[in-house]
C-alpha cells in the first residue's frame, strides 16, 4: 500500500497526505449515514458540550462512556444563553463517537476495509486494534477550534504504536477548518497525559513545555477523499469554521496489540465488548 518514499515522508514529517484514498460515492455515503444517525438522535436525550480548549474539561460519564457506543456532542457555540439551539440540530452537532466502527454498519464496513488494514500493516502496528472512531462535522459558522494537541495524550500507549487516520469527506481548507501541523513535531516527545483521575474525572499529566507557537505549523489543506496519516506524537490543531462551508471528517485511531495500554487512558473497553482488529 505505502511506498518507501510514502513511509519516508510519514516518519520525517510525522504526517502523511494520501490523496484519492476513499472514492467519492463512499465519502457521500458516510455523509449520508451520520446524517440518518443526527436525524434519529434527540437532544432532549442528553446534551454534552466537547472541547479540547477547555484544559478541566468536565469528564462527565457521557462522554467517558462513550468507547463503544455511538454518541453525539454538541458545539459549544450551539447554544444560546436560554439554552436553545442557535442552528438546527443537524448544524449544530460536534461529533459522534467513539465506536461508530464497531456498532454502525457502515462504519464497521468502511473502517475495517482491506486497503486500510494494509495501510496499518505498512506502518509497523502488529496485531493492530481499532480503538476509537469519531465522525467530525466542523458546522458552518459555529464549527469550534480544536487547539494544538498531540493524539497520544488522550490514547496513550508504551511505547508509543499508535496512528489516526483522517479521512476527509469533504474538501478542507484554511476557510473551513482544515488541520494544520508541526512538521517533525512527533520527534520533540509528548508533552502531556490526559488520564483518569482515581477520584473521578480526568485529569492532564504535563512532562515538558512544547513550543506549539502557530508559526510552526503549517496547514494540510486537502480535497475529498484524502486520506491524512497522523503520528500519535505529531501537534495538530484544526481552527474555527466561520465560512458558510461544512468540512465533514471521519477518523480512525488503531494501536498495537502487542504494547501496553494502560488502565488510566479515559477510553477503556469492557471484557465483554472488547476493541478488535480488522
Ligand atoms: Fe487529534
Not at 113 to 140: A, R, W
Amino acid at each position: 500500500m505505502l511506498t518507501p518514499t510514502q513511509l519516508d515522508q510519514y516518519n520525517s514529517n510525522g504526517f502523511l497526505l494520501i490523496e484519492n484514498f476513499v472514492a467519492s460515492q463512499s465519502c457521500d455515503s458516510l455523509r449520508a449515514r451520520a446524517n440518518e444517525l443526527v436525524a434519529e438522535f434527540d437532544p432532549a436525550d442528553v446534551v454534552s458540550i466537547f472541547s479540547t480548549n477547555e484544559q478541566n474539561r468536565i469528564a462527565d460519564q457521557y462522554f467517558l462512556e462513550s468507547s463503544d457506543k455511538i454518541r453525539f456532542f454538541f458545539e459549544e457555540d450551539a447554544f444560546r444563553s436560554d439554552g436553545t439551539l442557535k442552528q438546527p440540530k443537524a448544524q449544530s452537532i460536534n461529533k459522534i463517537g467513539h465506536g461508530l466502527h464497531d456498532r454502525d454498519k457502515t462504519f464497521a464496513q468502511f473502517s475495517r476495509d482491506e486497503n486500510i488494514q494494509e495501510l496499518v500493516s505498512d506502518l509497523g502496528l502488529t496485531n493492530p486494534l481499532l480503538m476509537q472512531s469519531m465522525y467530525i462535522f466542523k458546522q458552518p459558522n459555529i464549527g469550534g477550534e480544536v487547539s494544538c494537541h498531540q493524539d497520544s495524550t488522550f490514547l496513550y500507549t508504551d511505547p508509543n504504536a499508535i496512528a489516526g487516520l483522517w479521512f476527509a469527506l469533504e474538501d478542507a481548507t484554511i476557510e473551513n477548518g482544515c488541520l494544520w501541523a508541526i512538521r517533525g513535531g512527533h520527534h520533540e516527545g509528548l508533552k502531556s497525559r490526559w488520564v483518569r483521575n482515581p477520584e473521578g474525572g480526568m485529569k492532564f499529566i504535563n512532562f515538558n513545555e512544547k513550543d506549539w507557537t502557530m508559526a510552526r505549523l503549517v496547514p494540510l489543506e486537502v480535497s475529498k477523499g484524502t486520506l491524512i496519516v497522523l503520528h500519535g506524537l505529531l501537534p495538530h490543531l484544526s481552527r474555527q469554521n466561520r465560512s458558510a462551508r461544512s468540512r465533514h471528517a471521519y477518523t480512525l485511531h488503531v494501536i498495537s496489540g502487542d504494547v501496553d495500554y494502560p488502565d488510566d487512558n479515559w477510553l477503556q473497553r469492557s471484557s465483554e465488548f472488547p476493541a478488535r482488529g480488522f
